[in-house]
């Protein structure tokens, strides 16, 4: 019996090869003719709802969806929207002006596709783990709900870069793929960071994982790869070096480090002459990645923003199917 694929109920995650190599083949048709599903989206709308700020996810989801013939919205809820109180049974007594359970509902009767960017507080780490607040929209929107980065995972980012990484790969056996640790001044989420581990391992590639002491990623999202704690030596050989800051998991939100040392110049590639270094942007250059390695031609950056569009309008149109 043929193996059929059931279109998307809500994009959130990673689900598996045979789904993740048929949004790959997807984007790669759009990237190729983007309006080849003009009329697709017609007379259907997707709310793209950010708590938090953003320019790729933005404005190439919105790009995704107007390929597709739709008319998306956005909203700048952190800062153009009432207050939300997240808890149920809350007192609203304190500064909240409007509970998720009503703001959700209401924009799941404006919407076909609710679209929703909600970062981790990185102070409350269970809170942060379960993926709180993007739940609640998913719990009280009523309609198929697309993660435009939520506090763990961020699975357009990381359906863009797999769509890179088959783009920039003809050799016969699976690249060797390195996701590197950065330095930086902030605390960062760790989404990316978990989500392109999770991708990369669920697309069967050779996944190694190098960062300082105490920057281990939540296992739930590493299993199978292999860490590596030296850089130099995890570097060696490697195809693809995704480079990317996190906080601590273990010691939640924390800075450990800001080691200039771990930051990538073309001095790190001696043995590895031919790898691809891709980021996900926003970059902080010369503190997370050299203007040496962003401006030559290692660097795969431009290429992973440009398929954000066609990642986003592989998962739209899948999504689609099921309206
Ligand atoms: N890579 C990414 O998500 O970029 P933005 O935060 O600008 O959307």
Same mark, same amino acid.
């Given at each position: 019996?043929?193996?059929?694929?059931?279109?998307?109920?809500?994009?959130?995650?990673?689900?598996?090869?045979?789904?993740?190599?048929?949004?790959?083949?997807?984007?790669?048709?759009?990237?190729?003719?983007?309006?080849?599903?003009?009329? *697709?989206?017609?007379? *259907?709308?997707?709310?793209?709802?950010?708590?938090?700020?953003?320019?790729?996810?933005?404005?190439?989801?919105?790009?995704?969806?107007?390929?597709?013939?739709?008319?998306?919205?956005?909203?700048?809820?952190?800062?153009?929207?009432?207050?939300?109180?997240?808890?149920?049974?809350?007192?609203?007594?304190?500064?909240?002006?409007?509970?998720?359970?009503?703001?959700?509902?209401?924009?799941?009767?404006?919407?076909?596709?609710?679209?929703?960017?909600?970062?981790?507080?990185?102070?409350?780490?269970?809170?942060?783990?379960?993926?709180?607040?993007?739940?609640?929209?998913?719990?009280?929107?009523?309609?198929?709900?697309?993660?435009?980065?939520?506090?763990?995972?961020?699975?357009?980012?990381?359906?863009?870069?797999?769509?890179?990484?088959?783009?920039?790969?003809?050799?016969?056996?699976?690249?060797?793929?390195?996701?590197?640790?950065?330095?930086?001044?902030?605390?960062?989420?760790?989404?990316?960071?978990?989500?392109?581990?999770?991708?990369?391992?669920?697309?069967?590639?050779?996944?190694?994982?190098?960062?300082?002491?105490?920057?281990?990623?939540?296992?739930?999202?590493?299993?199978?790869?292999?860490?590596?704690?030296?850089?130099?030596?995890?570097?060696?050989?490697?195809?693809?070096?995704?480079?990317?800051?996190?906080?601590?998991?273990?010691?939640?939100?924390?800075?450990?480090?800001?080691?200039?040392?771990?930051?990538?110049?073309?001095?790190?590639?001696?043995?590895?002459?031919?790898?691809?270094?891709?980021?996900?942007?926003?970059?902080?250059?010369?503190?997370?990645?050299?203007?040496?390695?962003?401006?030559?031609?290692?660097?795969?950056?431009?290429?992973?923003?440009?398929?954000?569009?066609?990642?986003?309008?592989?998962?739209?149109?899948?999504?689609?199917?099921?309206?």
């Amino acid at each position: 019996m043929a193996n059929i694929i059931q279109p998307l109920k809500h994009f959130t995650k990673f689900e598996s090869i045979t789904q993740g190599q048929k949004l790959i083949e997807q984007a790669l048709i759009y990237k190729e003719n983007p309006n080849l599903d003009k009329a *697709k989206g017609a007379g *259907k709308r997707i709310g793209c709802i950010f708590l938090n700020p953003s320019l790729r996810t933005r404005v190439s989801t919105q790009l995704a969806a107007l390929n597709l013939g739709m008319d998306p919205i956005v909203l700048n809820m952190d800062k153009e929207g009432w207050a939300l109180e997240m808890r149920d049974g809350a007192v609203m007594n304190l500064g909240t002006v409007e509970h998720i359970k009503d703001a959700a509902a209401v924009l799941g009767s404006y919407f076909d596709i609710l679209a929703i960017r909600a970062f981790p507080s990185l102070t409350n780490k269970e809170e942060d783990r379960s993926d709180f607040i993007f739940s609640q929209f998913v719990k009280y929107s009523g309609i198929p709900v697309v993660s435009l980065e939520s506090a763990t995972r961020h699975p357009l980012q990381s359906l863009a870069d797999q769509i890179t990484i088959q783009e920039n790969w003809s050799g016969k056996s699976k690249p060797k793929v390195v996701l590197t640790w950065g330095p930086h001044i902030k605390a960062i989420p760790h989404a990316v960071a978990n989500s392109f581990s999770e991708w990369t391992l669920g697309m069967d590639h050779d996944l190694t994982i190098t960062h300082p002491a105490g920057y281990e990623l939540d296992e739930e999202f590493t299993r199978g790869a292999t860490i590596e704690y030296d850089q130099s030596k995890a570097l060696e050989d490697a195809d693809f070096v995704y480079v990317k800051n996190w906080s601590a998991f273990n010691e939640y939100g924390k800075i450990l480090s800001t080691d200039s040392s771990w930051m990538l110049t073309e001095s790190h590639f001696q043995k590895a002459s031919t790898a691809k270094v891709m980021h996900c942007l926003p970059v902080r250059r010369n503190l997370e990645l050299s203007d040496e390695i962003l401006d030559g031609s290692r660097s795969l950056v431009q290429q992973q923003a440009k398929n954000r569009i066609f990642a986003a309008q592989a998962v739209i149109s899948d999504l689609l199917e099921q309206l």
